[in-house]
């Protein structure tokens, strides 16, 4: 369910994109238009606005928006503005650079997309960086990770609805065996992780629980320290249950010394359209706090009004 508040009647793209150039110009970017703007459009109004600003300025409104705004308010505003399919092959590429490496990034987008989108987001890689997604995390990643990265972000899962109990049971089965013999990384865990469609894995992980008593993330939870466990249990949670990932990755990013302003951008950003609602919903019951409180106590400026905007608050 989406959050974004846009609104009812908006604009022309080519208006949209007059305004942005006129917010752009003169002795001080407009930086209240722009948000006003960019954070009130969804999907296929902003790639119109692009295309329009691209046509009548012969510029990349991206480009444009780097020369005059910085830090996590530039940030949020070029994640959110590019198509999500592009969105989504930039942040894999991003994530597989030695520097800003991060091997979460790439579940959550192999975990939380539908398989059309992340077949479009390949699709995509291919035509940015003139090479596979595939290739690139597997080049970048090694060992237990690349094993689970590389059919994760390779699959296209059947969406239906449809669930074979017969097949849970018996998968739930060769699951307790594997983990109980402590062989994590297992051909048969990879290949039930990465191929099933979802309601067939929570169906599986119910017989799991059901049949053995425990729920599959409590019995990878044997070695507390090992950091490939804590990555395994994430993809299940990630796979079955996302909007409690994403809090925990918000409340995270959100407590202790320091706000992770990459976390929280990139989570808000990347679910506004899809599944913040609930996200919302699970972060209120596991922290007694809205999500939009949490987040106005650790940011400030046009960042938090991006944020806001996305949050569906309105000032």
Known sequence: MATLKVPVTVPAPEEDAAQLRKAFVGLGTDEETIVKILAHRNAGQRRLIREAYAAAYGEDLLKDLEKEISGD???ALAVWTVDPTERDARLANE????????NYVLLEIGCTRSSYHLFKVRETYHLLYKKSLEEDV????????????????????YEGDETNLTLAKSEAKILHEKITGKSYSDDEIIRILTTRSKP???ATLNQ???????AITKDLKSDPNDEYLRFLRATIKCLTSPERYFE????????????DENDLTRVVVTQAEVNLQRIKEEYLKRNSIPLEQAIAGDTSGDYKK?????LGQED
């Open 73 to 75: 308010f530039l940030r």
């Open 95 to 102: 994530a597989t650079k030695l520097l800003t490496a991060n």
């Open 138 to 157: 597997a080049h970048h990643t090694s060992g237990d990770y690349r094993k689970l990265l590389v059919p994760l972000l390779s699959a296209f899962r």
């Open 200 to 202: 067939q894995l929570n």
């Open 208 to 214: 799991y629980n059901d049949v053995f008593g425990n």
């Open 248 to 259: 925990k990755v918000l409340r995270l990013a959100i407590k202790g010394a320091g706000t």
């Open 306 to 310: 991006v944020l806001d905007a996305l």
